[in-house]
């Protein structure tokens, strides 16, 4: 009796041992947000790239909570959104394989008669790799307060020049482009946008060694360029083969469409009008479709290039086509009005970079009349070159 009581105690405690040794099979998010009433479906949606992802699950509210189970790989990063919102209506978090907890509010918006959420004071407890993602990415906090300071201390020549703009008033532009405001106000952007470059840098080189650093690349800027490519080439063996360092490298690397027929699209013109791509190509011999945006300094850079060779090959035939990345439409105006390109500038309003596959900028196609991409990426004298080659 005492030998089967001491066997008896002996499996329990090997049990307990053994339970307690055990990580969690998976993942298990319980969230509870003040403000969502029972029956709202929610969304797990991957994030942290840049491709508009599907969710992955679903989950309803129930007694004022809400659950999604699952298991990973790897820690991945996620929006949770309620259905049918926009998909800025969201908030992040980072899961791993445990049992998490989310807290907050949610408040009701109606615009136009369709309601939305905003979630606020959002907390999330027992993800470790989510702490961790909140103290890698607290240089971005800094750089968010540089950027308001800078332009709160240049308030007054912004706006001036804003104004001068909508009158259209060019010599007045071309008065306050000559002050020290607004020398001060480029001095102060240039330096701000060092500092974006060097925070960056250190960012995702200080996690090179680990899934971090591509995670963050994706992470952290909205496109690449190939600046970008030094940083890869400093990420190690584990983190170029990581989930998100394989996105990282599908990225920097795609697959060309040289020899292919350029995708088709349709544009729209300021006044609203429509433009498809044939009509772009009607009557040109060739067509430098340029996907381009305000903050891509590379792609700044190259205009003059650009403005050399349309000045030189446009009589014969040639043309560019730039289509801008920019999320802020007065971002765009604002480099237009800055650049003064001659040739006709879109806004990427219907995805058409996804449909190019652009993951990294300033990326160029070089279209024949057929509509076939007969070169990619020309650059510079390699540009010169090529329409020289083409258009002797």
Not at 178 to 202: G, I, R
Not at 228 to 245: F, H, I, M, R, V
Not at 256 to 279: H, N, R, S, Y
Not at 368 to 390: C, D, F, H, P, Q
Request: proline share 4%.
């Amino acid at each position: 009796m005492l030998r089967n009581i001491f066997r008896t105690i002996c499996v329990l405690l090997v049990t307990t041992l053994v339970s307690c040794s055990q990580t969690p099979s998976g993942y298990k998010i319980i969230g509870e947000i003040e403000g969502l009433s029972d029956g709202t479906v929610m969304e797990l949606i991957p994030s942290g790239t840049h491709s508009n992802e599907k969710s992955i699950a679903t989950a309803t509210v129930a007694e004022g909570k809400f659950i999604f189970e699952g298991v990973l790989d790897e820690p991945r990063f996620f929006r949770v959104a309620v259905s049918g919102d926009n998909s800025y209506q969201a908030f992040s978090l980072m899961v791993e394989n445990a049992k998490i907890y989310v807290n907050g509010k949610a408040a009701v918006r109606e615009n136009n008669g369709a309601k939305s959420h905003l979630f606020s004071d959002i907390t999330i407890t027992g993800s470790s790799v989510h702490d961790l993602y909140l103290q890698k990415t607290a240089p971005k906090e800094v750089l968010n307060k540089l950027y308001e300071d800078y332009h709160t201390n240049n308030k007054d020549i912004q706006e001036k020049v804003v104004a001068a703009r909508g009158a259209k008033d060019q010599k007045l532009l071309a008065e306050l482009y000559k002050t020290e405001e607004w020398k001060k106000l480029e001095q102060d952007e240039k330096n701000f946008f060092d500092t974006v470059s060097k925070t960056m840098s250190q960012m995702i080189l200080d996690n090179a060694d680990s899934w971090w650093g591509p995670f963050l690349m994706l992470n952290q800027m909205s496109y690449f360029t190939k600046e970008q490519e030094t940083w890869w080439n400093q990420l190690s063996d584990e983190a170029k083969g990581s989930y998100y360092g394989k996105i990282v490298f599908e990225e920097l690397f795609p697959e060309g469409l040289k020899d292919k027929k350029a995708p088709d699209f349709t544009v729209k013109a300021e006044d609203g009008t429509e433009i498809t791509l044939a009509k772009l190509l009607e009557s040109k011999k060739y067509v430098l479709i340029d996907f381009w945006a305000s903050w891509c300094q590379p792609c700044r850079n190259e205009i003059p290039n650009f403005k050399n060779a349309y000045a030189t090959f446009s009589p014969k035939g040639f043309d560019i086509v730039s289509i801008s990345t920019d999320k802020s439409a007065d971002d765009w105006k604002k480099a237009l009005d800055e650049e003064e390109l001659p040739w006709p500038n879109y806004l990427d309003l219907s995805d058409i970079s996804t449909l190019y596959k652009v993951k990294l900028i300033p990326t160029t196609y070089l279209v024949n009349e057929e509509g076939i991409v007969i070169e990619e990426n020309l650059r510079g004298e390699a540009l010169i070159n090529k329409l020289k080659e083409l258009m002797p």
